[in-house]
């Protein structure tokens, strides 16, 4: 989910066709889902891994077209593997069509178990999302030629997966780090601590290129990682000045102040964003909130 809206799509630039099978490289190719919005982008981006059988990354919504488009970009290889990275509905629903369809077994990110805490973006979640092996991270997926190894990313949602690909170098990065905006991290699932903490363990790896699931393939992921957790540390500086110097201490003054010109679509967006960051700056101790405002601890 993103804090900005579709460039691509708001500027009139033309837009990757839906239902082709394009390919990235000798291994990787990408079917792109038709359910462009201010949230997805041009729409959610399957992968398909591997030549003679394949691995389906992020099969995406449950819909019958992109399914079709699905099963004529596979043209009856085998399946070895339905993988998702995390359980939104832009993602995941389609992994049970598809293994209706192919026979092949759904792995992945945990199912999510959504606890009841207050207002959050349940409808979301895919809450019939049913794996039949949970992958925890280091573990693999192989096929003809090919590796998908998990690498944990918790943080815009608490089940999220990325999937390596040594024999290439890529790394699928789901909706953890994306090619056109940044991540909202909603709580009480989405946690901001443990986002930053995920991007700093990418930040040590050394994956050559990633093709997250909305957005073009990122080719310079380290330099776009510093950028990330640069933007993280700038939003939690505005957020502090805002409280201690401006005495403004409610989610939706601050979003008035932060976020000037924003899509109305996303406001909510931009506040779920805004709420993780005062979450993890009261569990630092920086912050503590009384009633609906927020007020420096010293």
């Known amino acids: ?12 630039m033309d837009v990757p066709p839906t239902g082709e099978r394009i390919a990235l ?14 949230y997805t982008y041009t729409g959610t981006q399957t992968h398909l891994v591997g030549t003679r059988d394949l691995a389906v990354i992020d099969p995406g919504p449950d819909d ?29 629903p389609l992994s049970r069509a598809l293994k209706a369809a192919t026979g092949a077994p759904i792995v992945g ?33 192989e096929g003809d030629g090919w590796t998908l190894v998990a690498v ?10 990325a999937f390596a690909l040594p024999e290439t170098g890529a790394l699928f ?25 995920s991007l700093m363990k ?12 909305h957005g073009d393939a990122i080719e310079n992921p380290r330099r776009l990682l510093r950028g990330l957790i640069g933007h993280r540390k700038q939003r939690e500086g505005q957020i502090l000045r805002l409280i201690g110097r401006d005495g403004i201490g409610t989610v939706p003054a601050m979003v008035e102040r932060m976020y000037v010109g924003i899509d109305p679509r996303l406001r909510g967006a931009a506040e779920l ?4 960051h005062l979450i993890d700056l009261s569990d630092r101790g920086l912050v503590i909130e009384e009633g609906d405002t927020w007020r420096m601890t010293a």
């Open 202 to 213: 990418l930040q040590q790896r050394d994956d050559r290129i990633y093709y997250p699931g």
């Open 173 to 197: 990065s789901g909706d953890h780090v994306m090619g056109w905006s940044t991540t909202v991290i909603a709580p009480p699932d989405g946690d901001m601590a443990a986002y930053m903490a």
């Open 64 to 92: 019958p077209a992109h399914l079709d488009a699905l099963i004529r970009a596979i043209d009856g290889r085998p399946v070895t593997a339905i993988v998702v990275t995390h359980t939104h509905r832009d993602h995941s």
């Open 109 to 141: 990110c945990t199912a999510l178990a959504l606890d009841d805490l207050g207002p959050r973006a349940d409808a979301a979640f895919d809450r019939d999302y049913a794996p039949d092996r949970v992958l925890a991270d280091g573990d693999r997926v």
């Open 1 to 12: 989910m993103p804090t900005s809206p579709p460039a691509a799509i708001s500027k009139g």
């Open 273 to 276: 964003s805004v709420r993780a």
């Open 25 to 38: 490289d000798p291994l990787v190719a990408r079917v792109l889902a038709p359910n462009p919005s201010p």
């Open 152 to 161: 944990a990313t918790p943080g815009h949602t608490s089940n999220h997966l």
